[in-house]
T-cell receptor
Framework: NAGVMQNPRHLVRRRGQEARLRCSPMKGHSHVYWYRQLPEEGLKFMVYLQKENIIDESGMPKERFSAEFPKEGPSILRIQQVVRGDSAAYFC???????????????FGPGTRLTVT | AQSVSQHNHHVILSEAASLELGCNYSYGGTVNLFWYVQYPGQHLQLLLKYFSGDPLVKGIKGFEAEFIKSKFSFNLRKPSVQWSDTAEYFCAVNSNYQLIWGAGTKLIIKP
């Protein structure tokens, strides 16, 4: 049973370019979460998606960042016109459909390390 | 707002030493608590979790953690560390789908 897959593992972009980060959840999981880890900091929640639906994007920067989880294919985190401050590790997690009263347990991918030069 | 604090950013121990990593959270309601580990070059792995029941939780690789509700703490312990425990350790809490993370503790074990 493959775990959460993320690609690329490393991505280098020049300032002003676009970055696309992909996440394939674990088989059977319909919920995806994106987190960002800045150097020397813990992970910060960005967005929570179900297929074709954004549940909570309260952690997303208001501009340049967007996320989707289409009916078919991986979830995509897109960063337009990247700046140096976007350099970070971006982690994706997935979970199965939560049951009422049960806690969410998330399974993490290896992360994508974005470097903006 | 919920927050998680990990007291030590860097810990260096010798093999066979005992380990305790502190984690405190701020939230008044019911929480679920987690410790994750990230070995060099690898992805985050769940070490252990607390949802309810016995506050002393045993995880993988000989780790355990104790939930002390009155202290809002969930400290991670291991009686005798090994060189292979060198990694970064993260404490996290959630009460819904959002995991709130501590800043992490980098643990280095000297052989």
């Amino acid at each position: 049973n493959a775990g959460v897959m993320q690609n690329p593992r490393h991505l280098v972009r020049r300032r002003g370019q676009e970055a696309r980060l992909r996440c394939s959840p674990m088989k059977g999981h319909s919920h995806v979460y994106w987190y960002r880890q800045l150097p020397e900091e813990g992970l910060k929640f960005m967005v929570y998606l179900q297929k074709e639906n954004i549940i909570d994007e309260s952690g997303m920067p208001k501009e340049r960042f967007s996320a989707e989880f289409p009916k078919e294919g991986p979830s995509i985190l897109r960063i337009q016109q990247v700046v140096r401050g976007d350099s970070a590790a971006y982690f994706c997690a997935s979970s199965p459909l939560p049951r009422t009263g049960e806690p969410y347990e998330q399974y993490f991918g290896p992360g994508t390390r974005l470097t903006v030069t | 707002a919920q927050s998680v604090s990990q007291h030590n950013h860097h810990v260096i121990l010798s093999e066979a030493a005992s380990l305790e990593l502190g984690c405190n959270y701020s939230y008044g309601g019911t929480v679920n608590l987690f410790w994750y580990v990230q070995y060099p070059g690898q992805h985050l792995q769940l070490l252990l979790k607390y949802f309810s029941g016995d506050p002393l939780v045993k995880g993988i690789k000989g780790f355990e953690a104790e939930f002390i509700k009155s202290k809002f703490s969930f400290n991670l312990r291991k009686p005798s560390v090994q060189w292979s425990d060198t990694a970064e350790y993260f404490c996290a809490v959630n009460s819904n789908y959002q995991l709130i993370w501590g800043a992490g503790t980098k643990l280095i074990i000297k052989p």
